[in-house]
């Protein structure tokens, strides 16, 4: 499961600099600002209205399914099954769920029929992916959008999955849940945070939040720090996932449209250069025209590694961001709970929230399920 996201970003880009000391790297602002300018528009299908899938109860039955790569371990489907049932749901395995072909959890046709399956099932009340890994946008032109549009249930997964949350969002308008996967022991944070989304009919508040650190002599908090690339707030319908499997969405009929969208980003064991490459071909394509705000979440292992021969030096990720973002005049917080990480938050995917980045918050403003 290689590289698979963390995105967080640094503070205001007009204070980049000063954040990060001599090691900034030079503005590419202007640059960025005739990007923006002489590229066209999103070419992205509009938005179709959001469609919420029903909240998962007690004793709910649950579709495991595996849409992209088998597991790493024999037991994972199993332990799948285990997670399922610890959190007081049915489990229910479907047919193609332990198949493995090469990289691929069986062939594409048998992934996309379980994924249907699910979905055409009436006795199945939400679909839980297994794992990621790759090979969930192969199945994307085999899904039954009809079947999916006419029997809306929680689709849970992220990494990967992404292909999946956004693709079938943009075709039917289903909210979909970017969050762990069912072969994950979760923690009570991540318990919690999805609980909060896709059990309640009522808006969630304020996501993918750290918990106070425990107060201390001599301990300052590390990891859950927030940098704030650009002030001020924003609302818009939740869109994104995992930043490598997005970019590969651009010009696809699976593409979702990000006008008016707050878009949510994150990454794993990438270099910055690389993610620069992806961020790039979004501002060259005109896809971050129109964009409400931007929101990053952890970036695990994003540091730099590989020093070619051919670079003189590399910016850290975190520059990266402030670079590519910075000049798009949106609000742009980095650092929140979701992505690669142990405690990883639920974001629905089309579900309407509101930036806030003086606060350093993200607030769910309609329940993510009805």
Known sequence: MQSRRRFLGHATLASVGASLGSAAAPSLVPALSAALASSSPAAAAPAVPSVRPKALAPGATVALVSPSSPGREPEVTAIAAEV????????????????????????????????????????????????????????????DYDVIRKNPKPLLGYSDITALLNGIHAKTGLVTFHGPTASENLSEYTVAEMKKVMTRVEPAGVIAAAPAPFPREGFVDREDRLRRIVRGKARGMLVGGNISVFDTLVG?????????????????????????????????TGRLRGLA??????????????????????????????????????????????????????????????????????????????
């Open 84 to 143: 399922v049932a610890s959190l007081g749901y049915k489990p229910k395995m479907m047919p193609h769920a332990l198949e493995e072909t090469m990289y691929l959890a069986g062939a594409d046709a048998d992934r996309a029929s379980d994924l249907n399956a699910a979905f055409r099932d009436d006795s199945v009340d939400a679909v839980w992916c297994i794992r990621g890994g790759y090979g969930s946008s192969r199945i994307l032109p085999l899904l």
């Open 252 to 284: 696809t009929p699976w593409e979702p449209d990000l006008r008016g969208r707050i878009l949510f980003l994150e990454e794993v064991g990438e270099e910055p250069y690389r993610i620069d490459r992806w961020l790039t071909h979004l501002v060259l």
């Open 293 to 370: 705000g931007v929101v990053l979440g952890k970036f695990k292992d994003c540091g730099p590694k590989e020093f070619q021969p051919s670079f003189n030096g590399t910016w850290s990720w975190q520059e990266v961001a402030g670079d590519r973002f910075g000049g798009l005049g949106v609000p742009v917080l980095a650092g929140l709970r979701f992505g690669h990480v142990t405690d990883k938050a639920t974001l629905p995917v089309g579900c309407l929230a509101e930036l806030d980045v003086d606060a350093g918050t993200l607030s769910l403003l309609e329940p993510a399920v009805s």
